[in-house]
């Protein structure tokens, strides 16, 4: 005997295999969901291991084709203080570290300087642009890289240092760039003064910085302005500077002296490490 479907078993015959379909695209789309994040995650990682290889790449080339070596520690003081105990002193005395600049010039005209910091991996070669974004994404060969170069902010003039000298860097998590900046805030660091020093060395003179505050701080414009329309407004940053210091460095610092800043990212939050310096030594290559 034939059985007829009532009105109601054909409406939750329908009910039942719309919800079978619409379960069954639900886990076809999210099936293509999952592929598209893995694939994407995928290509974003061998861009990233390629960026890093890359810059190795450029490093070791950059570091067969030039000599870094100690120089004298002769050289003019810069502001220097009366005390004659003061830690200034300390770093007055180390030598300079020389660079050759004219392999670096043909590799990249952009080149203005060299920067080291011991104890880091930080030794490589200064760039600037007309802008404060174009070595963000290019590494030194000018090609596009995410990890992009160490540079100078573009309103700098690295042979007419302006109030506040600024030099940015991305923090790679292989410790390349200013990736190894994040070594500067451990105690293990910082328990040894000899890493209180930055040196910097450009086509026409080298030059020593003392370091005199290291931080954390939320992205701001504050930290990076390069010059100062009078002397209380300078004195007024650089109290702001010293106070934000977290590190055991207790150095001196006045209206007088130049100053470098170091700036890197901290995190994806928007975290920056910063780091400033004064200059105490300069060298003339001329």
Not at 73 to 91: A, F
Not at 154 to 159: E, G
Not at 177 to 187: D, N, P, Q, R
Not at 276 to 284: E, G, V
């Amino acid at each position: 005997m034939r059985k007829y479907m009532t009105i109601e078993e054909y409406y939750k015959r329908q009910s039942k295999d719309k919800k079978v379909k619409r379960n069954k695209i639900l886990r076809s789309s999210f099936t293509i969901l999952c592929l598209i994040i893995i694939i994407f995650s995928l290509t974003t990682i061998l861009k990233w291991i390629h960026d890093n290889s890359k810059i190795r790449q450029i490093n070791e080339e950059i570091n067969k084709d030039i000599k870094i070596e100690k120089n004298s520690n002769q050289g003019v003081l810069v502001n220097p203080p009366t005390k004659k105990d003061d830690s200034y002193y300390y770093y007055a005395k180390m030598p300079f570290y020389e660079v050759n600049f004219s392999i670096l010039k043909e590799k990249n005209p952009d080149t203005v300087g060299f920067i080291h910091i011991r104890n880091t991996n930080i030794n490589y070669p200064i760039v600037q642009s007309l802008d404060n974004s174009y070595y963000l994404n290019h590494s030194f060969d000018k090609t596009e890289n995410k990890a992009g170069w160490i540079f100078m902010d573009f309103r700098n003039d690295i042979d007419n240092l302006t109030d506040n000298t600024i030099i940015y860097g991305h923090s790679r998590l292989d410790g390349s760039m200013f990736g190894s900046l994040k070594e500067t805030l451990l105690y293990k660091w910082q328990n040894n003064r000899d890493n209180y020093a930055i040196f910097i060395s450009t086509p026409k003179e080298n030059m020593i910085f003392q370091i005199f505050s290291i931080y954390t701080i939320r992205s701001e414009g504050y930290y990076i302005i390069t010059s100062f329309s009078s002397t209380t407004k300078k004195e007024k940053w650089l109290s702001t500077m010293k106070s934000r210091n977290t590190s055991s460095i207790n150095a001196k610092v006045n209206a007088k002296d130049k100053i470098l800043t170091l700036s890197t990212c901290q995190n994806n939050q928007g975290g920056r490490i910063v780091i400033h310096a004064k200059l105490i030594k300069k060298q003339s290559k001329t």
